[in-house]
C-alpha cells in the first residue's frame, strides 16, 4: 500500500462522502494550497474545537482523539494556552537578546536528560532539528553517511526527505544514505538490527563514503512500532560507534514520557545518545523544536559555524513549552501513559482472542502498532477499512508501517481508563460489523 | 570584517560592561545552550518586553527599535496578540484535518499576488521554505545549480547553509551552487548583475550541473541593500530563464509591505517570479512562513511528492497570519514604510552634509542601508562603534554587507515621524561625539 510512495489513509479525490460545503472546502484547497497536500480519511474530517482528548466538528459531534501526540497534554489544555497568551502579549523576541524564559526553559528541559547531554538548541519544527543534527553529525565525525531504517522518517527539509524513506519513490535518497532493515519482533532483533547498521557501515566505505551518523525513532513508528526487548538498540549503536560515527534518537514522536517507561524512548534502551531530536510535542501544537547534544559532540560545530533560527527558542516558544512541561511533570503524565497504555493493550489483547484479524500488538506505553491480518498475511485493505469504521463511529486513529497493516494508536496523554473503554468498545463494533 | 565568518555586532564573551545579572545570564547561556549561539551588541541588551516600535529592559529603560522586522506591526500589536490567544484555546491542529482558517488566510494572501501566483504552502520558518522551493525546482527543472550572490543568507537547513555565503568560510558552499557578485550601485547595474548570473550558469553548464535556480533577496539585505533602480533584476532573471532555471524572489525580509512602493520587492522590479518565499513578518513572531508558486511550476514535484508539515498552516499559525495582514492592510503600513521612510532618508542625507563619514545611503521604504565610511572608504570599525554608541543611547540597530559597514535600517513598519526624528536626534548625538 505505501510501496509506492503513496500515503497510508489519504483521502482520494471525487471518493467519500463530503456534505456540499466540504466539498467546497476540498476544491479551495485544491486550487490555494495545489497537489502536494493530503487529507486524512475516506470522507475527511472538518473540525473546529478541540479540547482534551475531544475533537469537534463543525456539527458539533465529538471525535475520540486516539491519534493526535501533538496535543500531547490535551487539546487546548488551559495552562498551555495561557502561557501562549501571556508572553505574547509582553515579549516575543529572538536569542539575540539576553531574556530569561529560553534559559528557565533549556535548564528544566536539560534536568530530564542524562548529565552527558549538556547543551540544548532550539529550533522550530523536527525537521529542522533532524538537520541540525545532520549539520553537526557531519562536522563532528567529518563523514557524510547517514544510516535510516527501510520506512523511516525524519522529516522534509531536502536533506532530511533524503533519509525518510516512507515519503516514497517519488523522493530520492541521498547518494551518502543508507537504509537498513527495521527490528523484528525476532528474540534475536538486537543482533540482527546490528548486523545490518554492520552492512550499510561497510557499504558506506566501500564507496569512500565516512559514516556520520545512525538515526532511528526509537519506537520505529512509521516502521510499524517495534520496542521490545527494551535495550535491542545498543549493539547497532556500539556499531556505529566504532565506525567513528555518532548515534542519533529521534524522540520527536516518543519522547516526553509516550512511552510511559520514560521520559525518552532512548532510556528504555539504557543507552545514551550522541544527540537526541525533539519536536511535535513539545509546544502542544505551537512550532518549537529542538536538539539535545552532547558537549563535545557540538565542539567542532561550533568552533566554526553559528547558528540561529528567527524564531527558535523566542519569548513565546519557551514560554510555551516550559507550560507543557509543568503539565507533563506537574499531571504526571509519563505515569499515566504507563498505566492506561498497559490497560490499552491488555483490552486489545483480549479482543484478540475473538478476532482473528487482530495480529501483533507492539506496544511501550501510549504509542500501540496493532497488526492487521488475514489468515496471518498483513491486510492494508482491511485496516484502511477498520480506520474509516473508525472515523465513522468518531474515533480517530490511522495505520503505518511498509505495508500499510498497522493500526498507529498514539493518542494525547491524557487519555484515561474511561477513554480507553470507549475506544474498545467503539473498536468492537467495528469488528463486528466487518 | 565579516570576511571570515564573524558576524557583525556580535558580542565577544569578557568584553562590554555587564551587570553582575547578565554575567550570570551569559554563563547560563554558554552552558545550556552551547557554543554557536551569538547575542548582540558589545554589551548585550537585557529585554523583558515590547510595545509598538519599543523594546524595554528589566530595569524599565525603553529602546527605539529601529531593527526588527519580525514585529513588523509592532511588538505585541493587540489584534495579532488576540487572533493567537482566541485560536490557540479552540483549536490548533494541521492541514490533514479540513478548516476554514487556513483557506481563508491563502486567499487573502494570494490576492495580495499576481493572479500568476497561484498556490501557497505554509511552512514554519523562511529556511524551510526557501528548502522547499530547492525541492520544487530541482523537480521542475531536473537542475540542481543554485545561483545566489556572494554576502547572500537565506536560511540555516543543511541545503540552505549551503547557498548563505553571509554565515561564513566555516559553512560549506553546496558544490552546486555558485555566487555571483552582488548589484552595486552603478548605473548599469541591471546588464552588470545579469553578466555575473551568466557567467554562472556557464560555468555550472561547464561542470555538467543544470542550472535549476537564481534565487534572490529582492532588496539585498545581507549584501547591504542594494534597490536601485528598480527594474535592475529583469536582465538576470531573463538569463536564468534561458537556461532551464527558475527564479525564486526571497521575500522573507522585503515583503509584507517593507519597500513602500509594494507589497512585495519582486514587484518594484516589474517581473512575476516562479517562487516567492515568505517569513519574518508574516506572523509578527509567531513561527510561520510560506512558499507562494506558480500552479505549472509546482506541478511535477506535487505529481511524484507529498508535503506535510506538521505545525505549518495549523489553525493559530493561520489565524495569527491573518490577524498580521489585516492590520499591515487596514493600517495602511505600506503607505507608512513609504511615506516615513521617505522621511528617514531625507533627514539621514540631511546629516551627512555635516558629517563625511555617513557615505551612500540606499533605501526603500523602511529599509535602509547607510555606508559608513573614512575618507570615502568603508569603515567596519567605525560602523560597530556607531552601532554600539547608539545601543548605549537605547536605539537598536545592527550592521550588515560583506565588509559590515552598512547600517542596517529596518524598523517595525509602524514608525512614526516622531520615531525618526528621535532616531535622528540620538544619532546626530553620536556623530557628534565619535
Known amino acids: 500500500m505505501n510501496t509506492e510512495g503513496q500515503m497510508v489513509n489519504a ?43 475531544w475533537l469537534y466538528d463543525k456539527d458539533g459531534n465529538a471525535y475520540l482523539d486516539t491519534y493526535n501526540n501533538v496535543a500531547s497534554v490535551g487539546h487546548c489544555h488551559p495552562h498551555v494556552v495561557a502561557a501562549t497568551a501571556r508572553q505574547s502579549a509582553v515579549f516575543a523576541s529572538h536569542t539575540r537578546y539576553l531574556h530569561d524564559t529560553v534559559l528557565d526553559y533549556a535548564e528544566a528541559l536539560l534536568a530530564t536528560f542524562p548529565s552527558e547531554l549538556g547543551h540544548l538548541m532550539m529550533t522550530c519544527t523536527g525537521s529542522e532539528a533532524n538537520d541540525l543534527a545532520y549539520r553537526i553529525a557531519c562536522a563532528q565525525t567529518g563523514g557524510t553517511g547517514f544510516i535510516v531504517t527501510e520506512n523511516a522518517y525524519h522529516g522534509v527539509t531536502h536533506t532530511i526527505a533524503g533519509m525518510s524513506p516512507s515519503l516514497g519513490a517519488g523522493v530520492n535518497l541521498g547518494q551518502h544514505v543508507r537504509i537498513v532493515p527495521a527490528p523484528t519482533s525476532s528474540s534475536d532483533v538486537g543482533a540482527e538490527f546490528a548486523r545490518g547498521v554492520q552492512a550499510a557501515i561497510d557499504d558506506l566505505q566501500r564507496h569512500g563514503i565516512k559514516p556520520a551518523a545512525l538515526i532511528v525513532d526509537t519506537v520505529f513508528s512509521s516502521d510499524g512500532v517495534f520496542v521490545d526487548p527494551a535495550g535491542f538498540l545498543q549493539p547497532a549503536v556500539a556499531a556505529i560507534r566504532a565506525a567513528g560515527g555518532v548515534f542519533i534518537a529521534d524522540e520527536v514522536q516518543p519522547g516526553f514520557g509516550r512511552t510511559g ?30 536538539l539535545v547534544i552532547r558537549p ?64 501483533e500488538l507492539r506496544a511501550a506505553g501510549l504509542f500501540l502498532g496493532q497488526d492487521i491480518v488475514t489468515d496471518g498475511a498483513p491486510d492494508a485493505a482491511l485496516t484502511g477499512r477498520i480506520v474509516n469504521d473508525l472515523r465513522a463511529a468518531r474515533v480517530l486513529i490511522s495505520a503505518t508501517g511498509p505495508l500499510g497493516h498497522v493500526l498507529k494508536i498514539r493518542p494525547p496523554l491524557v487519555f484515561s481508563q474511561a477513554n480507553v473503554d470507549h475506544f474498545l468498545t467503539a473498536f468492537e463494533g467495528v469488528l463486528k460489523r466487518l
Open 11 to 53: 483521502y482520494v479525490a471525487g471518493r467519500g462522502n463530503l456534505s456540499p460545503e466540504d466539498q467546497a472546502l476540498v476544491a479551495r484547497r485544491a486550487k490555494a494550497m495545489g497537489p502536494a497536500y493530503r487529507l486524512f480519511y475516506e470522507t475527511p474530517v472538518h473540525l473546529v474545537r478541540g479540547e482534551g482528548v
Open 261 to 290: 517507561a520514560a521520559m525518552w524512548g532512548f532510556q528504555r534502551h539504557g543507552l545514551i545518545p550522541d544527540m537526541v531530536s525533539l519536536g511535535k510535542p513539545m509546544g502542544n501544537g505551537y512550532p518549537v523544536a529542538g
Open 296 to 359: 563535545e559532540v557540538l565542539a567542532a560545530f561550533g568552533a566554526k559555524a553559528r547558528y540561529f533560527n528567527t524564531f527558535g527558542g523566542n519569548a513565546v516558544a519557551a514560554a510555551t513549552a516550559m507550560a507543557v512541561l509543568e503539565v507533563v511533570q506537574g499531571e504526571a503524565l509519563q505515569d499515566n501513559a504507563r498505566v492506561v497504555g498497559a490497560a490499552f493493550a491488555e483490552g486489545l489483547r483480549a479482543l484478540a482472542k475473538s478476532y482473528p484479524c487482530l495480529g
